[in-house]
Structures are given as C-alpha cells and as structure tokens.
C-alpha cells in the first residue's frame, strides 16, 4: 500500500516558514467533519479528503487517480529538524517547500536550504509568502490565480516585477523556476506558488501541487509494508518528566510494535533496546487545553507517522541516527546490518588538516560537512558531541600543518572548561553559532582573514617596485652612508632594499629613511624625503638629479607579477619599465 509523503519545510527566518505550517494545521482542524486530523508527535496528517474539500477542483488538474492516503507535514520546520531526517543516500522527507518572502526574495538562509536540499537530494517547490503585503493587494478569493486577475493593473505591475525578480535569483541559485500553473516538466522546472499563509490565499494551490506531484512522481517511493519492521529516522532525543530520555521518530516505512527491539545509531556504538512504550499527542483539538503530559498510548503506528518512543539507553543515541525494528533474532541481525551501513553511508571524508567539525546530530553534521567541501574547505574532523580538550589538541596539532584553516567549528554543542582554558591559552579560535550559515560565513570569514595576513606578510618581506630622483643641492652626507634627499615618482621605497641606475647596475642599500624629522620604514609616490644609502660614494655610483630604481631578483619580480591586484597602474607600468632595464643584460629576465 501506499503511506502518505512525508514533507518538510525550509526557508529564511522570517519568511514565514511556522506560519504556513499553522495555517494548513488550523485550516484541517477547523473542517472537523472531514478533517480528521491525527496530531503525531512532530508531525501532521492531513488526510486525502481535507485535501479534496480544500482543494476543490484544483486537484482536477492533475487528471489523476489519487490513491495516497494524504500528506504528512513535519510540523517542527527549519534545517536543524530537515537534517535530522536522514537515511542512506538522502533524506527521510520525500519532498520540500522552502518558504520565500515575495517582498524580500532569496536569502542567505534560503541558499542555505536549497543547497542543503541538494545535499539530501530532495525535490522541492517554493511558497513565495506575504503577497498579502505587495501594495495595494486585495484578496477577493483564495485562490491565487482566481484573485491575481481581480487585482489593478498597477498592483498586477508591481507583484509581477517582485515575481520575476524571485525567477532570477532562482536561476543565480541553477533552477528554471515559474508560476506553477506555467510548469510543462515538473521535473526540471521548480514550481513557485504564491501564498499568504495570513490569508490563507494560495493555500489550496500548494496543497493541490503537493498532492498532485507526490502522487504522479512518487508513487514507488511511497510504497510500504504494513507488516515489515519499522525504519525511521531520530527527529530529536529529549528527556521528558516521567517518561525518562525519550525519541521523538518519523517511521518513514513498515509497523513499529510495543515490546519490539529497537536497532539504532548510538554516539559509539549500535543500540539495541525494547520498546517500552509508543506514545501520541491527544487530538489537537484537545492538546491546547490538555496538561503537556497527556498522551494517547498505541500498541503499534504504521508508516508513514510520528511517534515518541519510551526505552532504555535512548540517551546513547543521537538525532539524526536511523532506526530500525525486530521481532527475530534474524531480523535483529539484519537490523544491525542496515544500521551499520546507514551510519558507514554518512563517513565524511576527512584530511591530514583543516577545520574540526562538532555538532550536535548526525543529520547536522552531513549538512555542514557537504557545504563545507562545496566551498572547499579541508575537515580535520567531523564528529557529534561537546568539544573537549583531545578536540583543542588535534586543532594545536592541525595548525603546525594547516594555520589558515585551523578551527574549532561548534553547531548546537558545547565547550567544556578544560577545553576553552586551552583554547585561550594556546589561541585556537572556536566559532559557536545554533544557525548553520552564521558558522559557515564566520569560518569563511576567517580563513579570508587568515589568507590576507599571510598575504601581506609575504609581501612585507618582498622588494617593492620604486622609483625616484635624487634632488639637487639635497646631499647631507657623501659617502658611509652617503645620505641625500629625494622625491618618490612612483611605487614604494622600502627600507632594506637595494638600488639600480636606468642601465641596470646595482647597488648601495636603504639604511634608513627620515621623513619630516621622523624615521620611517617605507616611502611613496609624491613624498620627499632624506634617505642613507650604503656602500655608494655621491658623485661616483650616484648622482644629484639621478633617477634611480629599487632592484629586485627575479624570484622577487615574478612574487610581486603574481600579486598584480595589489599594484596600481602605475606601479604596474614600473614593473615593466624594471623588466626593460633588466633584459638590457639578460633578455628572459623575468619572464
């Protein structure tokens, strides 16, 4: 038979990502004849006949036999609950809606959610929320297509410049994307609908599309056993008064029993436990005046379904860990082997070097550790739990190797006292954020810190392009050292670094430079000043009104050649004129 798709939703905060889950919850609740909705712990079933009353001839469009028993909405949203959904080669959740504020467009936490959907392989649609707030929009009916044609010209302008807008950062992120009902292939094209999840306007449509393509696309995904072992995923481990350490599971496939074995990934090793107890909300009519610990007790749930589980050692398990039943000695063995195979599917490749990866699930730390190689950036380690003092060690260890892309990167986990003593002491840098694009843009900003410093260091130990005139009647001192005042043409004089003449001979070195009665280690372009210059005698290597160049080796020439973004245009065309000097004597010089 088939269980009902299981569907996530993502997007940047604020866009609205709660209130569109609120609205398709209060809408079923409120249809208490056909409604009958089942609230499971994380998630809601909407049935396929609150659809078909909600929906009404939209479902038509699809000219299909809908045999899905309904939708079921992961109704805790946002990455951290989507990342904990997770099985071998993808993601728990059969599709997604990433929820987009029309009047703000893709953001950084939206990039985020797409490209984590990517990661996980999920095929999504995009609510382009709050058209309740373009100017001048009236809702005349729910139906978006129905009200956009009831609306001004002026407001009809304005909704269609934000649409189009929202098309094209679609594509900056490489998705063809259109209004739904202008989709050919739903397989290449993203279908956008415009929704209020205020209004309720364009609710129906996306419950109509959701439907329509989980039925048309998915129908082999959805199929499952009734009476097979239970397979889910681990959506949250959390302690609960009177009931001890409990998980919070979407059984994504088979029956899970009271009294069955429970196979799932612990934070060392595979867990095995009994079921104790299976537990739901009470209805959610009732649930918002029922005391927090009312609960309905089940004997067994069928996929597909949320379901708090009662057993020992949960709290050896972690989120995001996959699950699996057995009624058999046989089937515990097989449970055991798919468990070791979803988890050893999960490995992150890791370097000799990098940054130290920490988070609090299994789903979470996939997710980043994918953004992470995209960007390029090296994993020492990735693992799940608080940082401690071993985690500081390695860092010290990985930065002898690796300084640029040292760090601690901490998502939902802690750092023990010993371990921030030693990160302190020895200045490992711990980056701690509960929002996975805040830790990726600080790392990022890091690095670029890191590779800039080294950058300018490197560049402070090499000669620079210079060039100036000695100027008449400006010679204080002749010779050891011969001391003369100068104006700067162009580049930068630095001290330390030696001299050539327009033929190429080199010379002398920059002792020291005095500009306005105080040393200084560097000079440029329009300054005068009085430098030293050793090992030249005025009148004989050097001369008043003389133009003179800083010297470099070749290996210097090329360093700075391949710094070309730090020079300016004139500094560039000296570079040349250097080069020309240069190959008077040695015509690859340089090159």
């Known amino acids: 038979m088939l269980r009902q798709p299981i569907i996530t939703v993502l997007g940047h905060v604020d866009h609205g990502k709660t209130s569109v889950l609120d609205y398709i919850r209060g809408t079923t609740v409120a249809d208490k004849e056909a409604g009958r909705i089942t609230q499971h712990i994380g998630a809601t079933e909407v049935p396929l006949s609150t659809l078909q ?49 029309i009047t703000q467009g893709v953001q950084p936490q939206t990039k985020e959610a797409i490209d984590i959907l990517k990661t996980f392989k999920v095929p999504f649609v995009v609510a382009a929320n709050k058209i309740d707030l373009v100017r001048n929009w009236k809702m005349h009916d729910k139906v978006f297509i129905k009200n956009y044609e009831m609306q001004t010209q002026d407001v009809k302008d304005y909704f ?48 109509a599309l959701l439907t329509g393509l989980s039925q048309k696309f998915l129908e082999e995904n959805l199929r499952t056993e009734l009476t097979g072992v239970a397979k889910g995923s681990i959506l949250e481990i959390k302690e609960v008064q009177g009931l001890g350490v409990t998980a919070d599971a979407i059984i994504y496939d088979g029956t899970l029993k009271v009294n069955d074995t429970l196979v799932l990934g612990g934070k060392r090793e595979i867990i095995r436990t009994k079921i104790k107890a299976l537990l739901k909300p009470a209805p959610l009519a009732e649930i918002r005046v029922a005391s927090r610990d009312k609960w309905t007790h089940l004997q067994e749930v069928s996929a597909a379904t949320g379901v708090r ?236 009104k003389e133009v003179l160049f800083s010297a470099m080796s070749e290996s210097n020439f090329r360093a700075i050649k391949d710094k070309k973004e730090l020079l300016s245009t004139d500094e560039i065309k000296l570079m040349k004129e250097i080069a020309e000097i240069k190959r008077k004597t040695h015509k690859t010089w340089g090159l």
């Open 160 to 207: 269609d410049k934000l649409f189009y807008n929202l098309m094209g950062q679609m594509s900056e992120q490489g998705f063809n994307s259109h209004l739904y009902n202008k989709v050919d292939d739903y397989r290449k094209t993203i279908s956008i609908v415009p929704v209020s999840a205020k209004t309720g306007e364009g609710l129906p449509e996306l419950l």
């Open 309 to 544: 589980i009662v057993a020992h050692d949960l709290d050896k398990s972690v989120a995001g860990s996959p699950l699996q039943s057995a009624r058999t000695d046989e089937e515990e063995e097989l449970a055991v082997n798919f468990i070791t195979a979803e988890l050893e599917s999960s490995h992150i490749e890791t370097q000799n070097s990098g940054a130290i990866l920490k988070t609090d699930t299994l789903g979470s730390l996939e997710a980043i550790a994918e953004i992470l190689r995209k960007k390029q950036f090296p994993i020492l380690k990735a693992e799940i739990g608080d940082i401690n003092k071993k985690d500081i060690m390695e860092a010290i260890a990985s930065r002898e190797r690796d300084e640029i892309h040292t760090a601690i990167l901490a998502f939902n986990v802690k750092l023990d006292s010993d371990a921030a003593e030693l990160a302190d002491k020895e200045k490992i840098i711990v980056i701690s954020k509960n929002v996975i694009y805040h830790l990726i843009d600080d790392y990022e900003e890091l690095v670029m810190s890191k590779k800039q410093a080294k950058h300018l260091k490197t560049v402070e130990s090499l000669n620079w392009p210079a060039k100036f005139r000695i100027l008449p009647n400006h010679t204080f001192r002749i010779s050891k050292p011969a001391i003369v005042g100068i104006v700067m043409l162009t580049g930068k004089l630095k001290t330390g670094g030696k001299l050539m003449d327009s033929e190429g001979h080199e010379f002398g070195e920059i002792k020291s430079i005095e500009l306005e009665g105080a040393k200084v280690k560097e000079l440029k372009t329009g300054q005068e000043a009085a430098v030293a210059i050793s090992n030249v005698i005025v009148g004989r290597q050097i001369h008043e």
């Open 53 to 101: 009353k909600i929906c009404g001839d939209l479902l038509e469009k699809f000219k299909l036999k809908f045999t899905i028993p309904g939708l079921l909405f992961i109704d805790t949203p946002g990455h951290e609950a989507f990342t904990n959904l997770r099985k071998r080669g993808g993601s728990v959740a059969d599709l997604a809606i990433v929820v987009i504020d």
